[in-house]
């Protein structure tokens, strides 16, 4: 029965930022075989999948998400052989490796744009998106990057302007064109032949602009200072219906591998977000659902909607994901409280669907404050509250000067935490109680428990307004979690008799409970197997 679930529903996806993972050689920044020397680590957290942020050779305009050659390792990460040989370890321990694939847009030092740019009459120049100016001489159209200003950049040589979504060194290609498809998934096809277990997707709802090049609407509610992404209704630039039979392609492509998984990176509302599993579920495995990434308010109530709702549109077959947090957004420890962070962590390792975990969140790792003269990020180019690089510090392995991320007397990219002498992976191992344990134990529970990764969910009403309260089940055996998402104890009543508490969120409690009368402590979670 069990074997119908493939590894990539039963799994948990761990995303590492290569940049700030572990740095081997001395140069202050991430790399492939600093991975490598953590495999021990993340086999014993219990993770299942690696995806690796872009790796790519990239002038790192945007860290990796602008690539120049999308079949060879950026120098700052390593080497092919690097790659190959982290590839081989990360399998020998069964493990998976996902790559991070940016088809919306190169870097403008690829040679594919450099010949595009060379002249009108460059048999690339289709490859991107190139316009005349308007009559006024200034940019075709109205269409806002995500980083801020005009999505068009004139290029005085030729006279015409080329399409950027993200930043002026991110020339969006023109995925209208059929050798652009042809070329990509020949990548694509040079990445799965070394062995790799799939894709996640950057933008991929983003690929295709509207023919006629309308003005996208703006929304009335964004003012100066707000987050630039968030400027427009991508209407004429976003989720176009051609888009899915690009995305259809490349599953094909794909599924012609074997058992793969292809994620898409797509931030839509929910109706939008499940067209992407396809109509025949032939699009994406899974789209990334940034609910609980996007939540205004951590409230049991909404975080019980957002479930529920995710749960109820899902068409049949296909399967939910849910994801806390990523290298684009604020860390769920500083969003919430590294408190009631523990609770949020008991949530996203026991819902039905799989798990992204982001590198860091399994100690209670935050934000990191990043003076002015050290950003790098161009979201935050504009205006620094908008950088993504407090989100993007180094990893904290133990307390050494360097974090243990690089040696000591090596300058880090990005500033350590302050606080990584007390929170690091070394110290949390050894704490029966710490942050690093409980995701640690809830990893193991949620492998050894099939109700918990492959078995049904059911929310349950309950009198407290501040708690989330669902029921897994599978053969027979029923486990109910109990999230208390408020810093006050709760009286709960549950409709059950008898239980055993299997872990709680602050690793205080275990062993049997009277479920129809209890109180759930503040901050507190419990996964309880259900006797009756
Ligand atoms: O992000 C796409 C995206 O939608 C982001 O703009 C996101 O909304 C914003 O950064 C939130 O702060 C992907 C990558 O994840 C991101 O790192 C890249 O910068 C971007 O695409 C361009 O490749």
Redesign the pocket.
């Known amino acids: 029965m069990e074997n119908v679930y493939s590894w990539w529903q039963q799994g948990v996806v761990y995303q590492i930022y290569p940049r700030s993972f572990m740095d081997s050689n001395g140069d202050g920044v991430g790399d492939l075989s600093g991975i490598r020397q953590r495999l021990d680590y993340l086999q014993w957290l219990g993770v299942d999948a690696l995806w690796l942020?872009p790796i790519y050779p990239s002038p790192m305009a945007?860290?990796g998400?602008?690539i120049a050659n999308y079949v060879d390792i950026e120098p700052v990460f390593g080497s092919l052989q690097d790659f190959d040989a982290l590839l081989h370890d990360v399998h020998q321990r069964h493990m998976k490796m996902i790559l991070d694939f940016?088809p919306?847009?190169t870097s403008d030092e690829h040679a594919w744009f450099v010949a595009s740019r060379a002249s009108r009459e460059s048999e690339k120049r289709d490859w991107y998106i190139w316009r005349d100016p308007a009559a006024d001489g200034g940019p075709p159209n109205n269409w806002t990057s995500?980083?801020g200003g005009s999505a068009w950049e004139f290029d005085a040589a030729s006279g015409q302007y080329y399409l950027h979504?993200?930043?002026v060194k991110?020339p969006d290609l023109n995925w209208r064109n059929p050798l652009v498809r042809q070329a990509m998934y020949d990548v694509m096809r040079f990445w799965l032949d070394r062995g790799v277990d799939g894709f996640r997707v950057?933008?991929i709802w983003?690929m295709i602009k509207d023919t006629q090049f309308r003005d996208n609407p703006e929304r009335p509610d964004w003012k100066p200072g707000d987050?630039p992404?968030a400027r427009q209704e991508g209407i004429y630039t976003e989720n176009q219906p051609e888009v899915h039979d690009v995305i259809r392609e490349m599953r094909s492509l794909v599924d012609s591998y074997g058992e793969k998984v292809f994620i898409g990176?797509i931030?839509l509302p929910l109706p939008q977000l499940m067209e992407y599993y396809g109509e025949m579920l032939d699009e994406v495995h899974l789209p990334f659902n940034f609910q609980f990434v996007q939540l205004a308010n951590w409230h049991a109530r909404d975080i019980r909607a957002s479930v529920d709702a995710y749960e109820t549109i899902l068409p049949e077959g296909a399967w939910p994901n849910w994801v806390l947090g990523?290298?684009?957004?604020s860390r769920i420890a500083t969003r919430i409280g590294r408190a009631q962070s523990r609770v949020a962590q008991m949530l996203l390792l026991t819902l039905r669907g799989t798990p992204t975990c982001y590198y860091g969140d399994e100690l209670g790792m935050e934000d990191v404050a990043v003076p002015p003269e050290l950003m790098h990020d161009?979201?935050g180019k504009d205006n620094p509250i908008?950088s993504?690089d407090p989100e993007r510090s180094p990893m904290q392995w133990n307390a050494d000067s360097g974090a243990g991320f690089c040696a000591d007397g090596v300058t880090p990219w990005l500033p350590l935490s302050e606080d990584y002498r007390h929170f690091n992976v070394e110290r949390e191992q050894q704490e029966e109680r710490s942050y690093l344990t409980l995701v640690q134990n809830l990893l193991t529970l949620r492998r050894q428990i099939p109700a918990l990764h492959v078995g049904s969910y059911a929310s349950i009403d309950v009198a407290s307004e501040e708690c989330f309260v669902y029921v897994r089940e599978h053969a027979g055996k029923r486990y109910v979690v109990a999230l208390n998402c408020s810093n006050a104890d709760q009286a709960l009543s549950l409709p059950f008799k008898e239980g055993t508490i299997m872990l709680s969120a602050s690793l205080e409690r275990t062993g049997p409970i009277a479920l129809e009368d209890f109180v759930l402590p503040a901050n507190d979670g419990y996964l309880i197997e259900i006797a009756d």
């Open positions: 942020s945007d860290f998400y602008d940016v919306n847009h995500f980083f979504m993200f930043d991110q950057d933008v983003m987050p992404y990176e931030y990523n290298h684009d957004r161009p979201q908008h993504r």
